[in-house]
């Protein structure tokens, strides 16, 4: 697991809408809530 901005940084934001659901995907969420600070990855 990995902050949302680290993924961003790491190239997610190249992938296909597809592929980037990720982060919005209730059924298997791989995304936690967390403080601004904690995002810095």
Known sequence: MVPLAAGSRS???AWDGSRRQFANDLANPQLIAVS???NQG
Do not use: D
């Open 36 to 38: 601004a600070a904690s």
């Open 11 to 13: 190239g997610v934001w």
